[in-house]
């Protein structure tokens, strides 16, 4: 009598204990999932903010662009091409990443609207576009600096000094991936006292001995001001913000649609 007494109070034990686990198990779940959306909201900033409400527009022509084609700021190309863009960007911002082509993490991160063509998507980054069109002789390009999302001095200064040796590209794409995305923002953060760990991931791509040297001597620390002031005599409102002759993209735009806008200016 004691033992079926017993049984029915062990399975109702049972079942409760399930019961619990369940709970637990979906709590945990549930947990993981909420810090899973909270880190990549933390990465990527809302998509809306990338693609600001128009504000009124400055009045640009052609001529104003060609102050940036100097030996002062990085450019490839001169000014009498007929096709002049302007790139204002931030190597801490996630869509300035997302734009130049070699971060399709971030870039699926953001949603379907900017994943990749190479990864299944619509979205055609413009930055490499561009480049094609500065190698074919058909464009020239300037490349300027502009606080989008507050990490990116250093890395900017970087690309400054591998201008300087002729290595922008290489050292640009390099800290455009997901990895550098991830240096930029969580490591170095502007702190020079983490310089050497900068140096150190693109010690494939430049002389790591005249990247340190000219780092630490903030050799290019005040070009930075400088763009950041002209950027707003582009209509800059956030970046990435391209500027092609006259036309002005404020956002990440996908090269497709920017092509028909641009081609004009081609002919």
């Known amino acids: 009598m004691k033992k079926e007494k017993k049984e029915p109070q062990n399975s109702f034990k049972n079942i409760t204990y399930y019961f ?12 993981l999932i909420l810090l899973r959306i909270n880190k990549i909201e933390k990465r990527v900033d809302k998509i809306e903010s990338y693609f600001p409400t128009p504000q009124p527009t400055i009045a640009l022509n052609k001529d104003s662009l060609k102050k940036f084609f ?31 082509g070699h971060n399709p993490e971030l870039a699926g991160q953001a949603g379907e609207r900017f994943k990749y063509q190479s990864e299944g998507g619509n979205y055609l980054p413009p930055v490499p576009e561009i480049k094609k069109l500065v190698d074919d002789g058909k464009a020239s390009f300037v ?10 001095e250093l890395a900017t200064q970087a690309m400054y000094c591998a201008y300087e040796k002729g290595k922008f590209w290489e050292v640009h794409d390099k800290l455009m991936t997901n990895d550098g995305y991830n240096l930029i923002n ?3 953060r502007n702190d020079p006292q983490n310089i050497d760990k900068l140096v150190e991931f693109l010690t494939s791509e430049i002389d790591s001995q005249f990247l340190t040297q000219c780092l630490e001597s903030k050799k290019y620390a005040d070009r930075l001001t400088r763009d ?5 005599s582009l209509g800059f409102q956030g970046t990435p913000h391209f500027v092609f002759n006259t036309k002005t993209f404020p956002g990440a ?15």
């Open 186 to 188: 969580e490591q170095v």
């Open 143 to 152: 490349f300027i600096y502009a606080n989008g999302h507050g990490n990116g």
């Open 253 to 267: 735009y996908s090269f497709t649609d920017m092509k028909s806008e641009i081609e004009p200016f081609l002919k």
């Open 20 to 31: 619990i686990g369940i709970i637990i198990l979906l709590g945990v779940v549930s947990t």
């Open 228 to 232: 950041q002031q002209l950027a707003l």
């Open 70 to 100: 100097t030996k002062d700021f990085i450019h490839f190309g001169d000014d009498k091409r007929k096709l002049l863009i302007v790139e204002v960007s931030d190597p801490s911002c996630p869509f300035c990443h997302i734009a130049a």
